[in-house]
């Protein structure tokens, strides 16, 4: 993965700066700074990755090929045994600029 591009990055580099998005390329607004887990991971390790970087998608990985993508509301669902405070406290910190 060379990429990302997430909604906020066509928001900022694209749309606010009056840019043509017929013209542009994929890498002319990708993030290039990439925060992934390994599949393996528990998910309260994701959550911590995604405050301490202060994302809401974090790419999934198996042996280096992308197997999915753990996002903020993949945290609320049920399965995911994350308290509420923890996703509360997760999203905080996601929303929070130092």
């Known amino acids: 993965v060379i990429g990302l ?3 906020r990055d066509i928001t900022l580099r694209a749309v606010a700066e009056g840019k043509d998005t ?3 390329k994929a890498q002319d607004i990708m993030s290039t700074k990439i925060y992934k887990v ?3 991971v528990d998910v309260t390790e994701a959550s911590k990755l995604m405050c301490d970087c202060q994302v ?3 790419p999934v990985t198996s ?3 992308i197997v999915g993508i753990i996002t903020l509301a993949d945290l609320t669902n049920n399965h ?3 308290s509420d405070q ?3 406290t997760t999203l905080k910190r996601i929303c929070d600029w130092h």
Do not use: F, G, P, S
């Open 5 to 7: 591009i997430t909604d």
């Open 63 to 65: 042996n280096n090929a």
């Open 56 to 58: 809401k998608r974090v």
């Open 86 to 88: 923890e996703i509360t």
């Open 38 to 40: 390994e599949d393996t």
């Open 22 to 24: 017929k013209q542009l």
């Open 80 to 82: 995911a045994n994350i």
